[in-house]
């Protein structure tokens, strides 16, 4: 039943990448359009002014391309290792990252709460990494950027034990390790 709720989920996620690509290569060639109709009106001077506009757009588009995505944890509910629907965009964003500069590696880390044996919990977080994996590489990202560790319920991030806190320990967390 997993493996169904799973191909699902990601069926849908490929199908929503597939509808972002055309938006970015629309807007690429608008700006060239602009400096073209601009120039020949205009003379020399405004030419570089136009020229100097494109730049500093193909600049910021290059700086917006270029900044790590700030949200860097994914969250799951007790016992479960689907990436949840609310944490789609922020894979996505990190995929689309990972897609623009293959030179960056990072490390999907998968956690787990205290609850259940040692060795359950390992499993699960490597689960809840390799799904985390998944989602990325369907974004953009390959198989060669990502290397996914399962800490189980060795790394806590609030040791209280109460279900706010284990909450905050079942998470996956995506480590830049280059760059």
Known sequence: MKKIILSILLVNLLAACATEKPK?????????????????????AQTAQTTSAADAAAAAAAAAAAAVPE????????????????????????????????DVKVRVEGNADERGSTEYN?????????NV????????????????????EEKPRCA??????????????IVYLSK
């Open 71 to 102: 949200v860097r944890s994914v969250y799951f509910p007790f016992d479960v290792d689907a990436v949840q629907e609310a944490d789609r965009a922020t894979l996505q964003k990190h995929g689309e990252y990972l897609g623009k500069n293959k």
């Open 133 to 152: 994996k998944k989602m990325l590489i369907l974004s953009g990202a390959s198989a060669a950027q990502i290397e996914t560790v399962s800490y189980g």
């Open 24 to 44: 970015e290569t629309a807007s690429a060639p608008a700006a060239p359009a602009a400096t073209e109709t601009t120039a020949p009106d205009t003379g020399t």
């Open 160 to 173: 209280e034990h109460n279900e706010s806190c284990w909450s905050q320990n079942r998470r996956a967390d």
């Open 122 to 130: 390992l499993a699960l977080g490597q689960r809840r990494a390799n």
